[in-house]
Structures are given as structure tokens and as C-alpha cells.
């Protein structure tokens, strides 16, 4: 059983969409393993006038009871407390920090307390300097905040929203929210990589040809267009959840397995990704927009509600990043992602280079063609590992066969996988801080991204260029044959 937890829980915009999806399924899921039982409270705060019990029906009601019974989701939600709140109004804040300081009296949770913002972005700088202002810090206890992602819009705007916050708030306890950062095949690129050693002993540009992460979505914007518009591919997906990727593929191994080790890492290989010149986005990024798809009757994006009819947002970005260190030099690594693919799919497909040395390139044994070997590293949907080596099928004589070696794990073990916003508030609960990003990796994943955003925003590109149920513009595959390389996931190769 988990080591109960104490703390009051605030949670600003907490009648909102990501509190009813994600949060409170979340904590319930903590609620029933035990991290939280008696001594926890959690504060909802928005505009509209809720009352508690109004709130606690509407924390049940999203509570999936998979794992709970009645009973135990409503003695969960005699946790819950409401209380309207503006974010500007500064007397708020001062009923605000009453109501926490009560709950911690009632609930005996240890003067700790999680501020998590579940707010538009505009309004983070706004929460915590008057978190500041209105000294609702405890002094005794931790004090811990959680900020939804995105983090900026770029790097300018990620500095000031970063010394605001870091007015009132350590380093150590901020918790920047990347929730690819708490899928568990994410989670587990550090252990494939670090304990395995014929692995580790491969992991660089020796051996490896080029590195593909893919990022891929069927699904349109949808409900998401208005925001969407504000943001596009490169902001969504790129600046955080495939760096995210790329670093824990990519950085050195720390010296021991610590947040702040592996943040180092992970910001020192940030630090080394090339920059590129206007001529080089262009050489080294590609950008695509869907357009309509007459045969399934979908729209394509500019059709969309809050999209503008010449809106030049993308919805996908392949590129080609460059890392300058001894390890990667001159190893490509490819990012993709994009909306309406033809397949939903998260992975990493690491490509070796053919030995050099092919000693069945005789006349005896013509026929001996080996193929790259792969390793993919699959996290979405099905997660698992798959190595694709060459081999001889028996009666065939030395003829090669690409055969694959598949590990998924078994369907028990996946049942009880957790959710990333699960595991994500255990380690906010616990105050782990690896599966977070700190401001460093922020900083330089920033500095990189912007570089292909200033480009892109001097340049009209010619939107729509790619139809739904594809794997983006023909310039995409293009990026990789110029190459010699190709995308290992794709038509021919869909598991
Ligand atoms: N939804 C997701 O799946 C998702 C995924 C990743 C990241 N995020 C991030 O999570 C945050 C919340 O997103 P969301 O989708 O949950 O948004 P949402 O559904 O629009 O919720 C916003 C919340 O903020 C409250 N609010 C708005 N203005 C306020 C004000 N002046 N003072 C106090 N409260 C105010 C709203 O309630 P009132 O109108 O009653 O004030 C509501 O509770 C955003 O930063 C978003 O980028 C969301």
C-alpha cells in the first residue's frame, strides 16, 4: 500500500475541462491505492458560483468508477471544497488562503499545499505573484506548484512568465507539466537504455544511421481549433512533447538516477542542438496544413469553427535536428507530427547503419542482402519494443529474411498501467520532480523552436498541402530521401 500523502490540493479553473477529464479521475485513482485518505482537502476554484455540494456532484460524475464503488467515490468527494475565486480580484486570494488554512486544521495535512493551474496560460504570472502578494506560502510544510503546459509561446514570452513565477516560487518547487512525461513507456526509455548493455554499448553515431520520432494523430483539431489557431504544431507538439523524446533518447547517461542529474543531461543536450540559419529551416523543416477529404466528408482545417478561412497555423511539422556533440554528430534525428495522419501513433524507430564491412558481398553468396536493422520503441497505442534484425529462413539458403522480435507486455500487466496524469500527481504528491521540465531544458528547447517559428512567420507557405489520411506532405518524405534515408513508419510498415 502507498505512504499516505497530506496536503490541501488548490486547483485554479478547477470547474473546468482538464480538472473534470484528467484531475479528478487522477486523484481518485490516488484516493483508492492509498496516496491520499484522511488527511487531504482539495480547493476547486473558478468565477461561476458553485456551491460545495454542487462541485462534489460534478467531481462524481467524472470519476470513472473502474476501480472504486459508490461508497468510496462519495467519501472521496467529501474531500472537495468550492470556492469562487477571479484570479485578479486580490481579496480572493485572502479567502482563499482562510479556507486553506481551516481545511489544514480540520484535515491535519501538514501545512503542505499544491498549487496546480489549470487556467488559461495568461493568467500563470497573474496566480502566482498574488499567491506572493497575499502571502499564501506556508512557512511550515512544502508549498509546490504545477503549471499546465504550454510554457510560453516562445522564448521571450517563456522568461517572463518564468521570472514571475520564480518571484514567488524555488525552482525546486515548480512542477512544469509535459504529460508525455508521465507515459510509462516514456518513463521507461532511461531504464531500455542505461540497463541493457548491448544497448548502451550501440548508442551513438557509430552505430546508429538516424533516429525517427513520430508523433502522429487521426484525429482534426476539433473543439481545440480556437486554440489551436494560437499555437499550431511546432508550439504544440514539437517544442515540448518530441524534445521531451528526443532528450531522454539522446542525452549522456547521468550519474545516478536523481531529478536533477537527468535534468542536467537533458538541458546540456538542449544546449547542443544546432541552430539553424533562415536557409537551413528551409533546407532542414517542413510544414502542412490538411485540406478537406471529399471522401470521408471531413473538413479540412480552414473549414473548421474559430479557424480563419486563410488561416496559415500548420497542423504538421517534419524536421531534421542536428546535435552537436561527439556522440550524435552526424546523426540525423527526425521529428514528425501532424494531425489527420493515417495512423495514431507515438514511437521512436532508431535505425543502425549496415556494417561496414558486408563479407557476403561475394559471388558465392550474391544473394546475401541484409536490410537496416531497427529498434522501435513504440509508446502509444500498443506499447512495446521491436527489433528488426536480418536472419535466413530455413530451406532458403543464405537468402535474408528482415525478422522481428517483438516484446508487448501481457494484457494483465497492461490493465493495471497508470494514466500519465496518474503518475504525474504521484510524483507531485511525493515531490519528485523527474518527469517534469525545469527552466533550463525550457530555456534551450525555446531558443531551438524559435529559430524555425521566425522563418516560418516571415515565409507564406502554400496551405493546404496534405489530405487527410496520409502521412503529411510529400515534402516530409522528401526531407529524407535527400538523405538516402527513409521513414520507417509509414505505408509499408504500420504496426
Ligand atoms: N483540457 C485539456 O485537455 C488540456 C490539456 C493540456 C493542457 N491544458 C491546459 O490546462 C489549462 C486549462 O485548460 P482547460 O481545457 O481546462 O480550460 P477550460 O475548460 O476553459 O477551463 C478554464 C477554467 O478557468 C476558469 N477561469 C477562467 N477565467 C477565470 C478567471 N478570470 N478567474 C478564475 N478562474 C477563471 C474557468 O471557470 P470560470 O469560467 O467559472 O471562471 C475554468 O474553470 C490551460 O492552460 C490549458 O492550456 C488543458
Same mark, same amino acid.
Given at each position: 500500500?502507498?505512504?499516505?500523502?497530506?496536503?490541501?490540493?488548490?486547483?485554479?479553473?478547477?470547474?473546468?475541462?482538464?480538472?473534470?477529464?484528467?484531475?479528478?479521475?487522477?486523484?481518485?485513482?490516488?484516493?483508492?491505492?492509498?496516496?491520499?485518505?484522511?488527511?487531504?482537502?482539495?480547493?476547486?476554484?473558478?468565477?461561476?458560483?458553485?456551491?460545495?455540494?454542487?462541485?462534489?456532484?460534478?467531481?462524481?460524475?467524472?470519476?470513472?468508477?473502474?476501480?472504486?464503488?459508490?461508497?468510496?467515490?462519495?467519501?472521496?468527494?467529501?474531500?472537495?471544497?468550492?470556492?469562487?475565486?477571479?484570479?485578479?480580484?486580490?481579496?480572493?486570494?485572502?479567502?482563499?488562503?482562510?479556507?486553506?488554512?481551516?481545511?489544514?486544521?480540520?484535515?491535519?495535512?501538514?501545512?503542505?499545499?499544491?498549487?496546480?493551474?489549470?487556467?488559461?496560460?495568461?493568467?500563470?504570472?497573474?496566480?502566482?505573484?498574488?499567491?506572493?502578494?497575499?502571502?499564501?506560502?506556508?512557512?511550515?510544510?512544502?508549498?509546490?506548484?504545477?503549471?499546465?503546459?504550454?510554457?510560453?509561446?516562445?522564448?521571450?514570452? *517563456?522568461? /517572463?512568465?518564468? =521570472?514571475?513565477? +520564480? &518571484?514567488? #516560487?524555488?525552482?525546486? %518547487?515548480? $512542477?512544469?507539466?509535459?504529460?508525455?512525461?508521465?507515459?510509462?513507456?516514456?518513463?521507461?526509455?532511461?531504464?531500455?537504455?542505461?540497463?541493457?548493455?548491448?544497448?548502451?554499448?550501440?548508442?551513438?553515431?557509430?552505430?546508429?544511421?538516424?533516429?525517427?520520432?513520430?508523433?502522429?494523430?487521426?484525429?482534426?483539431?476539433?473543439?481545440?481549433?480556437?486554440?489551436?489557431?494560437?499555437?499550431?504544431?511546432?508550439?504544440?507538439?514539437?517544442?515540448?512533447?518530441?524534445?521531451?523524446?528526443?532528450?531522454?533518447?539522446?542525452?549522456?547517461?547521468?550519474?545516478?538516477?536523481? *531529478?536533477? /542529474?537527468?535534468? =542536467?543531461?537533458? +538541458? &546540456?543536450? #538542449?544546449?547542443?542542438? %544546432?541552430? $539553424?540559419?533562415?536557409?537551413?529551416?528551409?533546407?532542414?523543416?517542413?510544414?502542412?496544413?490538411?485540406?478537406?477529404?471529399?471522401?470521408?466528408?471531413?473538413?479540412?482545417?480552414?473549414?473548421?469553427?474559430?479557424?480563419?478561412?486563410?488561416?496559415?497555423?500548420?497542423?504538421?511539422?517534419?524536421?531534421?535536428?542536428?546535435?552537436?556533440?561527439?556522440?550524435?554528430?552526424?546523426?540525423?534525428?527526425?521529428?514528425?507530427?501532424?494531425?489527420?495522419?493515417?495512423?495514431?501513433?507515438?514511437?521512436?524507430?532508431?535505425?543502425?547503419?549496415?556494417?561496414?564491412?558486408?563479407?557476403?558481398?561475394?559471388?558465392?553468396?550474391?544473394?546475401?542482402?541484409?536490410?537496416?536493422?531497427?529498434?522501435?520503441?513504440?509508446?502509444?497505442?500498443?506499447?512495446?519494443?521491436?527489433?528488426?534484425?536480418?536472419?535466413?529462413?530455413?530451406?532458403?539458403?543464405?537468402?535474408?529474411?528482415?525478422?522481428?522480435?517483438?516484446?508487448?507486455?501481457?494484457?494483465?500487466?497492461?490493465?493495471?498501467?497508470?494514466?500519465?496524469?496518474?503518475?504525474?500527481?504521484?510524483?507531485?504528491?511525493?515531490?519528485?520532480?523527474?518527469?517534469?521540465?525545469?527552466?533550463?531544458?525550457?530555456?534551450?528547447?525555446?531558443?531551438?523552436?524559435?529559430?524555425?517559428?521566425?522563418?516560418?512567420?516571415?515565409?507564406?507557405?502554400?496551405?493546404?498541402?496534405?489530405?487527410?489520411?496520409?502521412?503529411?506532405?510529400?515534402?516530409?518524405?522528401?526531407?529524407?530521401?535527400?538523405?538516402?534515408?527513409?521513414?520507417?513508419?509509414?505505408?509499408?510498415?504500420?504496426?
Amino acid at each position: 500500500m502507498a505512504q499516505e500523502q497530506r496536503l490541501i490540493f488548490i486547483i485554479f479553473g478547477g470547474s473546468g475541462d482538464l480538472a473534470h477529464r484528467k484531475l479528478y479521475p487522477a486523484l481518485f485513482k490516488l484516493y483508492v491505492k492509498g496516496y491520499l485518505r484522511q488527511h487531504f482537502a482539495v480547493i476547486g476554484t473558478a468565477r461561476r458560483q458553485w456551491s460545495h455540494e454542487y462541485f462534489r456532484q460534478t467531481v462524481m460524475e467524472s470519476v470513472v468508477a473502474d476501480i472504486g464503488d459508490q461508497e468510496q467515490i462519495a467519501s472521496f468527494a467529501q474531500h472537495f471544497y468550492y470556492q469562487s475565486h477571479d484570479v485578479n480580484d486580490a481579496e480572493h486570494y485572502i479567502a482563499l488562503k482562510k479556507l486553506s488554512a481551516q481545511l489544514n486544521d480540520q484535515y491535519s495535512a501538514g501545512n503542505n499545499q499544491v498549487f496546480y493551474m489549470a487556467v488559461a496560460p495568461k493568467f500563470f504570472g497573474t496566480v502566482a505573484s498574488h499567491i506572493n502578494s497575499e502571502h499564501l506560502l506556508n512557512e511550515q510544510g512544502f508549498n509546490r506548484l504545477v503549471i499546465e503546459k504550454p510554457f510560453g509561446r516562445d522564448l521571450a514570452s *517563456a522568461k /517572463a512568465l518564468n =521570472d514571475s513565477i +520564480s &518571484k514567488t #516560487f524555488a525552482e525546486d %518547487q515548480i $512542477y512544469r507539466i509535459d504529460h508525455y512525461l508521465g507515459k510509462e513507456m516514456v518513463q521507461a526509455l532511461p531504464i531500455i537504455r542505461f540497463t541493457n548493455p548491448l544497448l548502451a554499448a550501440v548508442w551513438n553515431n557509430q552505430y546508429i544511421s538516424n533516429v525517427q520520432i513520430t508523433l502522429s494523430e487521426t484525429l482534426g483539431v476539433g473543439e481545440r481549433a480556437g486554440y489551436y489557431e494560437t499555437a499550431g504544431t511546432l508550439r504544440d507538439m514539437i517544442q515540448n512533447h518530441a524534445l521531451q523524446i528526443l532528450g531522454l533518447i539522446a542525452m549522456d547517461r547521468p550519474a545516478e538516477f536523481t *531529478a536533477s /542529474a537527468i535534468h =542536467d543531461q537533458k +538541458s &546540456k543536450l #538542449f544546449s547542443q542542438l %544546432q541552430l $539553424y540559419s533562415a536557409e537551413q529551416v528551409d533546407q532542414n523543416f517542413v510544414r502542412g496544413q490538411y485540406g478537406p477529404d471529399a471522401k470521408e466528408y471531413q473538413q479540412g482545417y480552414r473549414e473548421a469553427d474559430n479557424v480563419a478561412d486563410d488561416s496559415n497555423t500548420e497542423t504538421f511539422v517534419a524536421g531534421k535536428i542536428l546535435i552537436d556533440n561527439d556522440t550524435w554528430q552526424g546523426v540525423p534525428f527526425y521529428v514528425r507530427s501532424g494531425k489527420r495522419l493515417r495512423r495514431k501513433a507515438t514511437r521512436v524507430d532508431i535505425v543502425f547503419k549496415p556494417e561496414a564491412n558486408n563479407i557476403f558481398a561475394t559471388k558465392l553468396a550474391k544473394i546475401v542482402r541484409p536490410r537496416p536493422v531497427v529498434l522501435s520503441l513504440v509508446i502509444e497505442p500498443k506499447q512495446g519494443i521491436q527489433l528488426l534484425l536480418n536472419a535466413t529462413t530455413p530451406g532458403n539458403g543464405l537468402r535474408t529474411t528482415l525478422d522481428e522480435l517483438r516484446f508487448q507486455p501481457p494484457a494483465a500487466s497492461l490493465a493495471d498501467s497508470q494514466e500519465a496524469y496518474e503518475k504525474l500527481l504521484i510524483d507531485i504528491v511525493e515531490g519528485n520532480q523527474t518527469n517534469f521540465t525545469n527552466w533550463s531544458e525550457q530555456y534551450y528547447t525555446w531558443r531551438f523552436i524559435d529559430r524555425i517559428r521566425k522563418r516560418w512567420d516571415e515565409v507564406q507557405p502554400d496551405f493546404p498541402n496534405y489530405c487527410s489520411n496520409t502521412f503529411g506532405p510529400e515534402a516530409s518524405d522528401q526531407l529524407l530521401k535527400k538523405d538516402s534515408h527513409e521513414w520507417i513508419f509509414g505505408t509499408d510498415y504500420l504496426e
